[in-house]
Structure formats: structure tokens, C-alpha cells
């Protein structure tokens, strides 16, 4: 539930966080400079004053802050989403080394990438972005596509998922069975038969998130 209290300690935390005043936050968003002055956050008989949605949007729009950052500010204590990302070539993701025992980049990837604001933004510490610079994994994605991997999130059947085996196989399909013993990936092509893998075998697996197609 959203408080009277919270809503007006956000803006308050967003003018701070601007280095601005409340008034100086109003005149930025192009409002009256006194619409956030604390004497109007309440009227004469005591009655709670909240601020106007399109107030509140002028802010999040003058000081381009994301409506994920918003929430951090009226959940102080929540996560911040994550929008700086490690950005991971397939063809590096096969290698030795290119991430530990769960899956999470091993910190060796040179590039990253800021995620736009239409993407969703993610909590867990150790998602990144693949990039496909092949057609390696047609049909189910094509060259040029990103995809957001999350190895915090439980791969669960119907999602698609990168898992590594043991041996260093690099597996980008889609979950179709998951059992304590075994994962079953569905046949990409019409024919095929699903592959099968022990969960002895596997090292570790994560599930995509996200994909720009």
C-alpha cells in the first residue's frame, strides 16, 4: 500500500538526489516552485494533501528518472534495479572461464551496456546480456539479438534457458521438462527428437529473461 508519508518522502529523496530543493525540483518540472512546499502537503483542518499524478510524472520526465527508480525511493530499502550491464559475446560465453560455478559472469567481460528504459530492469547482481553475433541458435533467435540472462531466476518448463554441462557444452533452448534427475530441452527443429541431459551433468543453467526480438 501506498502511504501518504512515502509518496512525499520520494520526492523529497528525488530532490536530494538532484541535488535540488523541493521548490527548486517544482520549477525544474515546470511547475508552481511551491507545489511540493510541505505546507501544502496538508490543509488548513489537517486533512492529507497528496501530489497530483501528472505532477509526479513532470518530475520523473525532467530529471529522466525511470518509474523502477521511483520505487526504490518509496521502498527505500528495496534493491535498486540493475541497468549497467556485462555484455557477453555467444562465442565468448563458450569459453573456459567466462563464468563461475552458477552461472554469473566471472568478471572478465570488457564490455558493458546501459539497458533502455523500455526494458525491464532486473535486481539480480550477476544478469548481463548476451549478444548473438551468429546464427548459431536459429531458428529459436537470430543474429544481432540480445538476450537478458538472469541466473538468480528458477528456470522453470516453458522458459528458454542457457545451460553449460560439465563437459562445456553451451545449451540456448527451451525448458520442456524439468525433473530432480533431468532437463529436457525441446527440439528447435520439426523432426527432432528433445535432448535429454542428467542433472549430474550439468553445471549450471539460467534462464533468459529477456530477448530483443
Same mark, same amino acid.
Not at 489537517?46 to 518509496?74: M, N, Q, Y
Not at 527451451?174 to 525433473?179: G, P, S
Not at 542433472?199 to 534462464?207: K, N, Q, V
Given at each position: 500500500? +501506498?502511504?501518504?508519508?512515502?509518496?512525499? &518522502?520520494?520526492?523529497?529523496? @528525488? #530532490?536530494?538526489?538532484?541535488?535540488?530543493?523541493?521548490?527548486?525540483?517544482?520549477?525544474?518540472?515546470?511547475?508552481?516552485?511551491?507545489?511540493?512546499n510541505k505546507s501544502k502537503r496538508?490543509?488548513?483542518?489537517?486533512? +492529507?494533501?497528496?501530489?497530483?499524478?501528472? &505532477?509526479?510524472?513532470?518530475? @520523473? #520526465?525532467?530529471?529522466?528518472?525511470?518509474?523502477?527508480?521511483?520505487?526504490?525511493?518509496?521502498?527505500?530499502?528495496s534493491e535498486p534495479p540493475r541497468r549497467f550491464l556485462p555484455l557477453i559475446d555467444l562465442a565468448q560465453?563458450?569459453?573456459?572461464?567466462?563464468?563461475d560455478e552458477n552461472g554469473a559472469p566471472s568478471g572478465n567481460a570488457s564490455d558493458h551496456i546501459w539497458l533502455d528504459s523500455d526494458i525491464p530492469a532486473f535486481t539480480d547482481e550477476a544478469a548481463y546480456v548476451l549478444d548473438l553475433s551468429s546464427d548459431d541458435l536459429l531458428p529459436l533467435y537470430r543474429t544481432g539479438e540480445r538476450l537478458i540472462v538472469s541466473p538468480a531466476s528458477v528456470p522453470r518448463a516453458?522458459?528458454?534457458?542457457i545451460l553449460r554441462t560439465l563437459s562445456g557444452t553451451l545449451h540456448?533452448?527451451?525448458?520442456?521438462?524439468?525433473?530432480?534427475?533431468?532437463?529436457?530441452l525441446k527440439a528447435t527443429h520439426p523432426g527432432a527428437a528433445d535432448h535429454v541431459i542428467d542433472?549430474?551433468?550439468?553445471?549450471?543453467?539460467?534462464?533468459i529473461v529477456w530477448a530483443s526480438q
Open positions: 500500500m +501506498l502511504t501518504h508519508d512515502q509518496i512525499w &518522502s520520494a520526492i523529497d529523496a @528525488l #530532490a536530494e538526489r538532484q541535488g535540488l530543493t523541493a521548490s527548486a525540483l517544482a520549477r525544474k518540472a515546470g511547475l508552481d516552485p511551491t507545489t511540493f496538508t490543509t488548513a483542518d489537517g486533512r +492529507l494533501r497528496w501530489p497530483s499524478t501528472e &505532477s509526479v510524472a513532470k518530475c @520523473l #520526465a525532467a530529471t529522466e528518472t525511470s518509474i523502477e527508480d521511483l520505487v526504490t525511493l518509496l521502498v527505500p530499502n560465453a563458450g569459453t573456459d572461464g567466462a563464468f516453458g522458459d528458454k534457458i540456448v533452448a527451451e525448458l520442456a521438462h524439468i525433473t530432480d534427475t533431468s532437463v529436457t542433472m549430474d551433468d550439468i553445471l549450471w543453467m539460467s534462464r
